[in-house]
């Protein structure tokens, strides 16, 4: 997956964080991340649309049965654990100290995300719908 700088919604400039549009925590998430990134250099869209879905093709991920945060930033994607950690990278200090976590072996980093991935609706809950961004942050967010 490359894109071409032009900064639209089929080859956004900047990284994308795909994201469950439905779920709480995710929600959650994306929301303390826009607190947090005021320059906002991340961009945003729910896993379900239709702009995360073309990103999750071009980036050669499987769309149907995703079950897992994915970072697209140029022609890389990022999933799980691995996402998560490039993502506070991002964000700066005193963030970026989560990289300490690729000290842990990615497997096992793994399968606790995929802990809380799958208990998620379970613990947090669903929305019937993907989450509106507020008016001042929208810009940020594809689809």
Known sequence: MTGDGTG???????????????????????QFLVRRDPAGRIRYAPLQSDSGQALLERAGLAGDDMDTVVLVEGDRAYTKS????????LL????RLARLGRLVPRRLRDALYDIVAAN???WFGRKERCMVPDEDVSDRFLD
């Open 8 to 30: 639209d919604d089929a080859t956004p400039d900047g990284p994308v964080l795909l994201f469950d549009g439905v779920c709480n925590l995710c929600n959650g998430v994306v």
């Open 82 to 89: 691995g996402a998560a950690i490039r993502v506070a990278e």
């Open 92 to 95: 700066g200090w005193p963030y």
């Open 120 to 122: 998620r609706y379970g």
